[in-house]
């Protein structure tokens, strides 16, 4: 069975940037084929994917974080904790699951770097509606 629907998580940390990354994956994959889901941050989002992709009901799951250096953990660990989680995730369910987390060095909450994220996060979303549906159509051709 083709599924045609498309699980799509955002973390709630920096939402007005991470949520530009479901505007540019719905400029490739119509939005009413997307089921969204919020969580409060980059770290929670490996279990969602993994049970989302367990689920049965999606052709792809695409996670969404913006994990910034200057709190207090160090930022890499979380980062590679992410990615990890959301590889293992893939692998475990045999569902895609798409990494759309960035982790810049040095950011700033300026007018000026939150303007270069937010854009970036629409052109790293369609990036992952472009990955999604080239896997889906390589792993159709595989099967047939």
């Known amino acids: 069975m083709t599924h045609t629907r498309?699980?799509?998580?955002?973390?709630?940390w920096h939402?007005?940037?991470?949520?530009?990354?479901?505007?540019?994956?719905?400029?490739?994959i119509p939005a009413d084929q997307v089921d969204v889901f919020d969580v409060p941050g980059a770290f929670e989002?490996?279990?969602v994917a993994r049970d989302l992709a367990?689920?049965?009901?999606?052709?792809?799951v695409a996670?969404?974080?913006?994990?910034?250096?200057?709190?207090?953990?160090r930022h890499d660990f979380v980062a590679q904790a992410v990615v990890d989680g959301l590889m293992r995730a893939g692998l475990d369910t045999g569902v895609p699951v798409l990494s759309v987390s960035l982790t810049p060095h040095h950011f700033q909450p300026t007018e000026?770097?939150?303007?270069?994220?937010?854009?970036?996060?629409?052109?790293k979303g369609r990036e992952a509606a472009k990955?999604?549906?080239?896997?889906?159509?390589?792993?159709?051709?595989?099967?047939?």
């Open 45 to 47: 989002m490996p279990l």
């Open 131 to 144: 990955a999604a549906l080239m896997i889906g159509r390589t792993r159709a051709a595989l099967a047939a």
């Open 112 to 123: 000026h770097h939150t303007a270069i994220y937010r854009v970036h996060f629409v052109e």
């Open 6 to 12: 498309y699980a799509f998580i955002k973390a709630n």
């Open 63 to 73: 996670a969404a974080a913006f994990v910034v250096d200057g709190g207090i953990y």
């Open 15 to 28: 939402a007005d940037i991470v949520d530009r990354a479901l505007e540019g994956f719905c400029e490739l």
């Open 54 to 60: 367990a689920s049965g009901r999606y052709a792809a």
